[in-house]
């Protein structure tokens, strides 16, 4: 989802609770929703320099009672803003009530009883909603606005963002649909509400489309748009197209948008650019010390294990053992065992294995036959037969393969009895014999 904000929703509790999550994204976008010019709005709010902070004022003293309906009737009774603004008060009051539900909807019945009941303040309180993730309460409240007055474009585009970011792509498109159909021109807030839903829905395909009918129409793309493309194109592991649209908003997206860059960097890590480790420490550098993920660590160990770089790859990982940060993935460990076993480094895995055992990382029997084998091609034989016991302590059971790494190994060195031993031992498991066991 790009955003969900939400606050618990029981009957007996008026606006007394607090949010739960402040995601920043989240408020542009509905203050974007409610700022829209509104057709059906008549605001007045030059009418007074100091509307703005009057209504704020008024806010301030609902918040203070919030659980006690007889003085929020009170004050509302009291306030000369309301009768002396008309909608331009209720509206402005709703909007900034929009994180408190239940006291915009209080607010909103006296609108109604009033005559007050506008488009406008059906937006507000559907933005009071969408704002707090009450997405059936929004739904609902549309339907009843419907039978009461005409719904405008702010309405329309409150809709495209709940259905949006609820990946249910066939009703925003019906709304979409139904824009045309109200002879409704659609505006930016449209078609961004329609490429972030697509891309929440990961269907990058009808993104691509979107973005140039945008180009080719009199809606052009703005920012939001190339960032909702940056991130689509990120997932989607077209980094090539993703770098194109970085271009564009590289400035903003270096000061502002941190999550972003870590999308991005995600991308490069999955795909096969071949100076993929460079472009990832660029943007590596953007990323405050402090806004640590510990997923983009892991996926960090991987690459550096994947290209071969056992310095980097060691760095990451005991800066993950250092912040707790785990691996429970068994692709990424037998990219480190590869690593390893590529660089000879038979005494750093030794070490390793140790340290991810005790931080409970994702222990798998490659990585024991790993050490196995490297003992083996330099003759400690010893060493490896000890491998045998670190695997017992972990409750791993050798395998077959576990027993002709050390058949091999005795083999290739004349350890004859040794040899016999195993045999015996592969008897006794059920394993079938080598080929080569009877040879002189």
């Given at each position: ?34 700022t ?30 919030a ?10 009774d009291?306030?000369?803003l ?33 005559g ?38 702010v ?12 990946c ?26 329609l ?11 009808k ?7 945008m ?19 990120a ?35 999955d ?12 943007l ?18 991987n ?22 940060t ?25 070490k ?9 990382w ?53 350890q ?25």
């Open positions: 989802m790009i955003f969900e904000v939400k606050v618990d929703d029981g009957e007996n509790m008026v606006g007394a609770q607090s949010l739960k999550t402040n995601i920043k994204a989240a408020i542009e976008k509905i203050t974007k929703l409610f829209e010019k509104d057709p059906s709005a008549s605001y007045r709010f030059d009418e007074e320099p100091n509307f703005i902070f009057d209504v704020s004022k008024l806010r301030d003293k609902l918040l203070e009672n659980s006690d309906l007889v003085k929020i009737e009170g004050i509302l009291s306030s000369y309301l009768p002396r603004h008309g909608s331009s008060a209720f509206i402005e009051l709703l909007n900034q009530l929009r994180s408190r539900p239940q006291l915009a909807l209080q607010l909103f019945m006296e609108a109604a009883s009033m007050r009941r506008t488009a406008s303040t059906y937006n507000a309180l559907m933005s009071a909603y969408l704002y707090n993730g009450l997405d059936w309460k929004c739904r609902k409240l549309f339907i009843e606005m419907k039978k009461e007055v005409v719904p405008t474009i309405t329309y585009n409150i809709l495209t963002s709940l259905y949006g970011r609820l249910l792509v066939p009703y925003m498109e019906r709304i979409f649909l139904e824009i045309k159909e109200a002879n409704l021109s659609p505006n930016i807030t449209t078609y961004n509400n490429s972030s839903g697509y891309v929440t829905a990961w269907q990058f395909d993104m691509e489309w979107m973005y140039a009918f180009e080719q129409g009199p809606v052009k793309p703005d920012i939001k748009t190339h960032l909702y493309m940056l991130r689509g194109y997932h989607w592991k077209k980094v090539d197209k993703m770098e194109s649209i970085y271009e564009l908003v590289k400035d903003h997206v270096n000061e502002k948008d941190v999550v972003l860059v870590r999308t991005m960097i995600a991308a490069y890590c795909s096969s650019d071949p100076d993929r480790v460079g472009k990832i420490e660029a590596m550098k953007i990323i405050p010390e402090e806004d640590y993920r510990a997923w983009l660590h892991v996926k960090l160990i690459v550096y294990a994947q290209e071969n770089l056992i310095e980097r790859m060691q760095s990451y990982i005991n800066d993950g053992f250092n912040r707790n785990r691996v429970v993935t068994k692709n990424v460990m037998l990219a480190i065992i590869a690593t390893f076993f590529r660089c000879n480094a038979v005494e750093e895995l030794a390793f294995v140790k340290q991810a055992e005790s931080a409970r994702r222990i798998c029997r490659s990585l024991y036959h790993c050490k196995m084998v490297m003992y083996s091609s330099q003759n400690r034989l010893e060493e490896m037969e000890k491998v045998l016991e670190e695997m017992e302590q972990s409750n791993i059971d050798p395998s077959k393969k576990t027993f002709l790494i050390m058949y091999r190994a005795y083999t290739d060195y004349g004859r009895t040794k040899v016999e031993q195993v045999v015996g031992a592969m008897f006794k498991h059920g394993f079938e014999i080598p080929g080569d066991v009877f040879s002189s």
